[in-house]
C-alpha cells in the first residue's frame, strides 16, 4: 500500500494536466495519522482559489474554495448542472482512480479554473445554508423541540389551548416554527383567553 503522502502526490500529477496551464500550484498542506489512519492533504492554489484535496486509502475530500467561499465537489457540480456526467468519486480498488476521475469533472469545472467563479459562490451559498439549517434542525432535535412541537399539536387537538401557550413559552428555537404552527399558537392564545373571559 502507498504511503497517503507519495499517493497524494501521484495523484496531484494527474490533475497538474488541467490546472497547471491556468495558473494553479499544488502545495502539500500536511500529513498525519488519525483515527482512520494515515492520511496527506493539500490544495492546488491561484489567487483566491483553492482546490482541496484529502487523501488517506484512497482521494476522499475534494472541496473547491473561492475567499471564504467553499463547496464540495457534488454540491458545485450538481450546481453546474453536470452531475450525472461526473466520474468523481466513483469506485475502484485503484488508489489513483479517483484522480483520474477528477480530472475528467474538472473539464467540466471552467466557472472555477478559468472563469469567474460564480456558479461556485452560488454553490457555496446554497451548501452553507443547507449546512445551518440542518444543524438547526439537529439543535433543535436535541433540545426537545421537535417533541415539544408534537405535544403542542396533540394539546391543541385536544383543546387544551392553555397548556399549548404554556408549551409554546419553552420552545428554545420559536423562530424554528412553521407558519401553520405560529398560526396554531396563536389561535390557542386567543381561544384560551376567551375560555378566561
Partial sequence: MIPPKDALLQGVQILESCLDSHGFQFYLRGEGKGSGGPFAWGEFLRGDRRLELHFRSA??????????????????????????????????QDPLAGFEHLAH??????DFVAGSAEVLRRA?????????????????AYVGDVQKIEQLRALFREGRFGDVVTVAAQLKFPSRLTASEQ????????????QKA
Avoid at 454540491?75 to 453546474?80: C, G, H, Q, V
Avoid at 451559498?125 to 434542525?137: F, L, T, V
Avoid at 398560526?183 to 376567551?194: G, N, P, T
Fill in 59 to 92: 482521494l476522499g475530500l475534494v472541496s473547491y474554495r473561492i475567499g471564504e467561499q467553499s463547496a464540495s465537489h457534488e454540491a458545485y457540480m450538481r450546481e453546474l448542472g453536470v452531475w450525472a456526467q461526473c466520474k468523481y468519486p466513483g469506485f475502484s
Fill in 105 to 110: 469533472d474538472l473539464e467540466l469545472a471552467e
Fill in 124 to 140: 457555496a451559498i446554497k451548501e452553507a445554508a443547507k449546512s445551518s439549517e440542518d444543524s438547526a434542525r439537529l439543535m433543535a
Fill in 183 to 194: 398560526k396554531m399558537i396563536q389561535l390557542a392564545r386567543e381561544k384560551a383567553k376567551a
